[in-house]
């Protein structure tokens, strides 16, 4: 049995291997690293230099409800991820309840990556809108295709397009209880990312 688990990993592993999945994590990462440092760069400069984050994150709180921050959060999260959820884990350490609103964020997360997955599927149910998404994002629906779940879960954990991922999972029709569980990990990321950034603006 044992020899059996061994063999199906080594597979595993060679098929990923050959097709790339390693360099594309690792392109991938190359590809954030850069620009995730300029992000802290501009924080830790704003911060130091411009106005204490902290105040800026109190100024939010007071003059901006939590409803209408965690619409902007979920419609980001939904479309592309087109703002960087580091910037509102950071607001939620100057909530009343951090550790309630940095879990609401990462249930709003969660919600935008199915909202992509099922506007994927919606997408790929219009033939001239289908066709136009496939040339559009040829690239990624050949990815989930070779690579299915862990693709999800890559999206999920690291500073990759999550939504992107979601929303060629669903364009490929990828199974829905696979999905549901494998995207679960975006959680993770707010656990991981909440405990640093909270860290530093400690």
Known sequence: MSNTKKSRFKLLHQYY???GFYSFILQGLKKAIIPTVLLVAVLFYVNEKVINLNDAMVY????????FLFSIFLI???????????????????TESPLLYL???????????VIAYFLGRTLA??????????????????????????????????????AMACLAAGMINFSRKHFFLFA???????????????SALS
């Open 17 to 19: 291997k050959y097709t």
């Open 125 to 162: 149910a219009i033939p001239s809108v289908n066709r136009y998404m496939y040339g559009k994002m040829t690239k990624h629906i050949i990815n989930m295709q070779k690579w299915g779940g862990f693709l999800i879960i890559v999206g999920a954990l690291l500073p990759l397009p999550f």
């Open 103 to 113: 879990s609401i964020l990462a249930v709003l997360s969660y919600t935008g990556g």
């Open 76 to 94: 980001s999260e939904s479309i592309l991820g087109l703002i960087p959820p580091d910037i509102f884990i950071a607001w939620t350490k100057n």
């Open 184 to 198: 679960l990990f975006r959680v993770f990321r707010f656990v991981i990312y909440g405990y640093v950034i909270y």
């Open 60 to 67: 939010a709180t007071k003059n901006f409800s939590d409803f």
